[in-house]
């Protein structure tokens, strides 16, 4: 149910974003406002603990056509066939190399970047493995609508080093990552099997759900 909540939060609130940016009579531009007033008291309701500051930059700060936002994630294996994971400090879990897409970077540019910062590694963008609709998969809920891009990277180098977000960065097998606490806002199970899916079977495709 909170997933859906949070689906229909986040529908209302690209409609009053898109109206308010397109809306030309007074009234409606004063309805599309309303409205993005009653997403922010309804969002308050259902998550209570939610800060005022991130309330705001969720429904007021961003403008124009409201449209999904964009999360990169770097697929690395190293010889032994083992995935590379870094350790957040945010949530003390373990994520793929990866976050928000940058204004003035290609997809493959993003994935290169986050895993150079933190993992310390030089890698080299190869395919795109899958783009996943956030809200269509099991994570958990959240107010923000999100795209995730798999990108498939060869490393140039394997001696890794933690960055100003990662606390540790490890390299691991399918059956060693079962075992560890994921950070499922980022990357969830269903993710990582999928990822080594291609690596055995080298599907070289794109996936889009």
């Known amino acids: 149910m909170e997933k859906e909540l949070s689906i229909l939060l986040a529908k209302l609130q690209g409609i009053a974003q898109t109206g308010k940016k397109y809306g030309n009579d007074i009234f409606d531009l004063e309805r599309y406002e309303e409205l993005a007033q009653i997403t922010k008291e309804l ?11 991130k309330l705001s930059i969720i429904i007021d700060k961003d403008e124009g056509y409201a449209t999904p936002k964009v999360d990169i994630r770097a697929v690395v294996f190293n010889s032994a066939g083992k995935l590379l994971l870094v350790k957040e400090k945010s949530d003390n879990a373990w994520s ?3 976050g928000w897409a940058d204004i003035g970077y290609s997809p493959k540019e993003i994935a290169e970047k986050e895993t150079f910062e933190e993992a310390g590694i030089l890698v080299k963008a190869q395919y795109l493995i899958a783009v996943l609709d956030k809200a269509k998969h099991d994570y958990p809920a959240a107010l923000t609508y999100v795209y995730k891009f798999f990108i498939r990277c060869e490393p140039l180098n394997e001696q890794l080093k933690t960055g100003v977000e990662t606390e540790d960065a490890q390299f691991f097998s399918l059956p060693e990552i079962s075992m560890l606490i994921l950070s499922e806002e980022r990357v969830i199970m269903e993710n990582i099997e999928m990822i080594f899916n291609d690596y055995h079977n080298k599907k070289d495709t794109l996936i889009c759900d």
């Open 43 to 53: 969002t308050k309701i259902i998550y209570p603990a939610i800060s005022d500051q």
């Open 96 to 98: 793929l190399p990866g």
